[in-house]
């Protein structure tokens, strides 16, 4: 009996011990998951009202920082030399367009050379080959002609005649202007006519325009002893285009002008040439643009008083007209002097404008 008391006291403890064993199991079971529900929430994505902060950044080598600085700089220094290559390039292009539409292509219109005639004498100092205008002295003959609805182009009278005498050695300008009325000898025609019909005579012969410049330059060489080296013809459209060309002249006119004979005085032909090569051209307005315009001295061989009375006007049958003109008789003991020291002639007696 007593036995079976401590068999059943055992029990009851085995028992007893086993309910604490039982019972102690779920909390170690809870211990035990508590570290991986925190390793789940720690590896568990953030919702959406949580703010995902970037990884800290990791430390550069100083090394490493001033390459990174220097990369951009060349970028940088790349980059401005192309915008800088394509601003030059684009200006370069522009202005090789405007030159060649502006510039060139009506140069190369207006360029004409005229031969020297047989008859004509032969220049004293060679024009050199290079088209250099520095250097040198030239006399430049300049026409002017009314090339309107008056008369049939090229029969047309030179209204203007002018020597321009350019000393780019002393940095000189003198232009020496001969009134159209002069009544002197016209070589190769023969005769006495005024000094404008000489082109209008030449181009008579067989309609052509370098006759008359030929006879026009061979009138002034003969008559009054000056080489001429470049010509240049201007129309009165010519002229008109010339100044459009070079921007325009404003003129205040505060009458109203009325041609009822000729309205339509200055055509539509445009005409301008010139021997003076592209070259030469461009070289003598550089010459012009730095010389002083004040400084151009003008001297018209026409009436004055005194020493400076360089021709009589009178009025004369004209043969070629059929009819009595105005006209101007040269005074060469004036005239002679004047072409000797412009011109740098001496004492030579090369007025022979009665032929």
């Known amino acids: 009996m007593d036995y079976e008391q401590e068999t059943n006291t055992s029990d009851a403890g085995a028992s007893s011990s086993s309910s604490i064993d039982t019972s102690s199991s779920p909390e170690s079971g809870v211990a035990a998951e508590q570290p991986q529900e925190r390793d789940a929430q720690a590896v568990e994505p953030p919702t959406s009202g949580t703010a995902l902060l970037p990884p800290p950044a990791l430390p550069q080598s100083p090394q490493k920082t001033k390459c990174n600085k220097r990369r951009r700089l060349v970028r940088t220094v790349i980059i401005v030399v192309l915008v800088l290559l394509v601003l030059c390039g684009g200006a370069a292009a522009y202005s090789y367009y ?24 032969q220049l004293a100092t060679p024009i050199p080959t290079d088209s250099a205008v520095s250097g040198r002295v030239w006399n430049i003959l300049l026409l002017g002609s009314d090339n309107d609805q008056k008369f049939n182009f090229p029969d047309v009278l030179t209204q203007v005649l002018m020597v321009v005498h350019i000393d780019t050695i002393h940095d000189t300008v003198t232009m020496l202007s001969i009134p159209r009325d002069s009544w ?22 067989h309609n052509s325009f370098d006759n008359g410049v030929q006879l026009a330059r061979l009138t002034v060489e003969k008559d009054y002893g000056i080489s001429i080296d470049r010509y240049a013809w201007v129309g009165l459209s010519g002229f008109v285009k010339a100044i459009d060309t070079l921007g325009g002249v404003n003129i205040d006119v505060t009458h109203p002008i009325v041609d009822d004979t000729y309205p339509e005085d200055t055509g539509s032909s445009g005409y301008i040439y010139t021997d003076m090569s592209e070259q030469e051209l461009l070289g003598f307005a550089l010459f012009g643009r730095t010389f002083p315009g004040n400084q151009i001295k003008h001297i018209t061989l026409g009436p004055g008083s005194g020493n400076q009375d360089y021709g009589d006007e009178t009025t004369i049958y004209d043969p070629a007209a059929g009819a009595e003109q105005d006209a101007i008789i040269p005074r060469c003991q004036n005239i002679q002097p004047v072409i000797n020291h412009l011109f740098g002639l001496g004492n030579a007696q090369s007025c022979h404008v009665n032929g």
């Open 184 to 205: 002197v000898s016209v070589p190769e025609v023969g005769g006495m006519h005024k000094i404008d019909q000489a082109f209008l005579l030449g181009t008579e012969q």
């Open 98 to 121: 405007y030159f060649e539409a502006n510039i060139q292509k009506p140069l190369s219109t207006m360029i004409h050379p005229v031969q020297r005639a047989k008859e004509e004498p």
